[in-house]
């Protein structure tokens, strides 16, 4: 379970959170929503420890995120990144099996690659993929190889940062099926952040909506259309009219 | 009048914002100099890196380091011959090729061609990654980015840069060698015997300790502002230019400042 108290982050005088409290129960899949710029991927990058928090607490089955092996931390961690972030350098399977070809998760490098294989394969990319490297491959294909690493070591916890951002809506529906299909299977918890209204409602289980440095609004994503809340109303409806301040 | 007044105010008021960031630029660059050092005694360490980073920090700056500096022994050669000629001491051109090859030119040249091939491509390379998220995915696989980045690039450097600045003074006294048989009329074996007999051994040290100085700079800058780059195209264009300017100027002054260390008189 991820549990956020009265999380702060400013940069400069910007203040991005500006107390968030926010609880994912283990093994659910939790959508945070909200425009541009609300800071949901700040979030994302505080609980990871990518940045400090000005001020709260992020707890983690009941532990201190900042304090304790960062190491071991991290290892329960999986992320999707929303440029899939793949490591140029490196070939597919070697992007894929990275932690365990080093670190404390290493294992022997033909292990490795045959973990590599199978977890391409269960994102829908055949073998013969392994071996190219990422500039080879389209926007849908990195996406899946980012999926496939982000699983390759069987996280507790998954997070995906707008994980159909540039797909067309037939890869966007693909991928968000993959998402719901593995972390069902591996019964992770699941954080995503997006935009998109369709992947909310394949995705989640549970919805909160991040607006002015705060959640606005959280509950299951079946009283989504019911929420009452009007800002969520104006943003899953797409209006250009309401609280949120659409410029044009 | 008080514009006129505040003007001086102003200005100081600039010097004072430059210093500051100087200072405060000279600050972030030791902390991360300290920091490499303290991930270079502490595991894991990345050994493929480390070669890969042989490879392209030593093995592939070899026709470029080759060409200059022999091109520049050669030109060296021709100089001193033309100006020695003016007070009859066109003998002296073994000698003077190879002391400033190897005392000087060698290790500048070196140094700067480094800076150049080297250290735009890790700030590129590095910057890219940031840009990216490539960064944030290393964190997030529980890979520290200095250890998995910087450590195998710096230290390659270090190991490296003097080998390319050893072979670059040979090189360049070869091309000194090449002009003053070929078009000076030096004879082969009074020409190398010169050479020989000047060198003392502090002229080759200081010239692999500049080397070994220069490949620290090149690459911790290179590594230094592709971590720090800003954001998009822009970012990554400012990290690659700031690393060579920076590279190039400390390359400058060190070169300098160990001058004086090995043969202040």
Known sequence: MIQLENLQKSFGPHKVLAGVDLTVPQGRSMVIIGGSGSGKSVLLKCILGLETPDGGRILVDGQDATKGDRDAFLARFGMLFQGAALFDSLPVWQNVAFRLLRGALKRPKAEAREIAIEKLRRVGLSPDVADKFPAELSGGMQKRVGLARAIAAEPQIIFFDEPTTGLDPIMAGVIDDLIREITAEMGATALTITHDMGSVRAIADEVAMLHGGKIRWTGPVAELDASGDPYVEQFITGSSTGPIAALR | ?265
């Open chain 2, 1 to 265: 009048m008080r514009d006129a007044a505040s003007l001086p105010l102003r200005a100081l008021a600039g010097l004072g914002g430059a210093v500051l960031g100087l200072l405060a630029m000279i600050g972030r660059v030791t902390l991360f100099a300290l920091s490499f050092f303290r991930h270079l005694l502490t595991p894991p360490f990345y050994g493929r890196e480390f070669v890969v980073s042989l490879g392209n920090i030593g093995w592939l700056s070899l026709p470029v380091v080759g060409m200059t500096a022999f091109f520049t022994g050669g030109a060296l050669a021709l100089q001193i011959y033309a100006g020695g000629s003016r007070f009859d001491a066109q003998a002296v051109v073994p000698q003077i090729v190879a002391l400033g090859m190897v005392r000087e030119l060698g290790p500048v040249l070196v140094g700067l061609m480094i800076a150049a091939r080297v250290t735009s491509s890790i700030a590129a390379e590095i910057a890219t990654m940031k840009v990216t998220e490539q960064i944030d995915a290393l964190v997030t696989l529980s890979t520290h980015p200095m250890k998995y980045l910087t450590v195998p690039r710096v230290l390659a450097g270090l190991i490296v840069v003097p080998l390319l600045v050893g072979l670059g003074d040979v090189i360049g006294i070869l091309g000194g060698f090449t002009v003053g048989v070929k078009s000076l009329g030096f004879n082969p074996a009074v020409y190398i015997r010169n050479t020989w007999d000047f060198l003392e051994p502090l002229d080759v040290i200081s010239s692999l300790v500049k080397g070994v100085a220069f490949g620290f700079i090149s690459t911790l800058m290179g590594c230094y502002a592709g971590m720090r780059s800003g954001r998009g195209a822009q970012g990554v264009g400012e990290a690659t230019k700031s690393s060579v300017e920076s590279a190039s100027v400390l390359i400058l002054t060190a070169n300098f400042i160990l001058t004086g260390v090995f043969f202040s008189v």
